[in-house]
């Protein structure tokens, strides 16, 4: 594939002391028709000036401030739209991606390819604490990648964007700020679900999906990221939802199962079982409680 120009995005939004590091990941991509768009939430902890000091560097960095903070998502929205690229990689303000990142994706992309996906792995300032490879999968028919994310979970495919390169026009249109559900919860405040839904989204246009062999993306685990401060499955729970009825309605009885065998032991999602009003698939539920019968199982061999 010809050396197309790559949009790596950078919303931020207070993180002083970690977005160096994230912007210098960017710069020091091996593949060099890159722009690196960085758009600030209006920080109050020196996050602006810093920027600054990075803008002044290298000529390839913009970078813009909102007025007021207008949340994740839509400022997810304010990058992308200020993107000239044809590619993009949305580069969340405390990850990190390897050199070769974009030339590795990129070189994997062709037209039936809704997105390249690379191994990750999550560290703290200490040491790598979980790798994910997909079960080394090297690409995946779209079909298959939307059923396993919403019912069967067998790859732990991720949620975060950060780990794919996708097109930047791919990207706006399957970008969603609002959710609908009864309980009114404002999916936008956090990303959860809003994320996840720019690869279903994707993934219905395209035959399917394509994963690198290296680790390339690194998620940083700290206290103040959003995944370890909330418990926001029930979130995912109703964008699936969401999708599943606009796209795939054959997925209803089985999700619903889902949902309910959740229920059980879990208050919070009585809610959302009770919303999808749907039969219980036996067949899947029978699938499901032995899947958790042997991951237990597992879990005490192992202890």
Known sequence: ??????????????????VGETIESAINQT?????????????????????????????????YRNTENIGPVRNWI?????????FINILFSDDIILPTFISETMNLF??????????????????????????NISEIDSNKFIKDKIIDNNYSFPNSP?????????????????IPNPENLKHENYGA??????????????????FTKDYLVKFRSHKNSFTKTKDLRIYYFY???????????????????????????????????????????IKYMLKEILRRLIYKLKKVLNA
């Open 1 to 18: 594939m010809d050396e197309e120009l790559v949009s790596i995005l950078i919303p931020v939004y207070n993180r002083v002391s970690l």
């Open 31 to 63: 593949y060099k028709n890159i722009e690196i768009i960085i758009v600030d939430n209006f920080s109050t902890d020196g996050t602006w000036e810093l920027l600054q000091q990075y803008a002044g560097k290298d000529k390839r960095i913009q970078i």
């Open 78 to 86: 304010c990058c992308a739209e200020k993107a000239t690229g044809k």
């Open 110 to 135: 062709t037209n039936e390819t809704a997105f390249v996906i690379s191994k990750t792995q999550e560290f703290d300032d200490n040491a790598t604490v979980a790798k994910y490879n997909y079960k």
């Open 162 to 178: 950060c780990s794919t390169l996708f097109r930047t026009n791919d990207f706006i249109k399957s970008l969603i700020i609002e």
């Open 193 to 210: 679900g809003n994320d996840v839904l720019i690869f279903l989204n994707i993934a219905r246009y395209y035959p399917k999906i394509v």
């Open 239 to 281: 964008t699936y939802l969401y999708f599943i009825k606009l796209y795939e309605p054959s997925l209803l009885s089985d999700f619903h199962t889902l949902l309910y065998l959740n229920s059980i032991n879990n208050k919070n999602f009585k809610g959302i079982a009770n919303y999808s009003k749907n039969k219980l698939s």
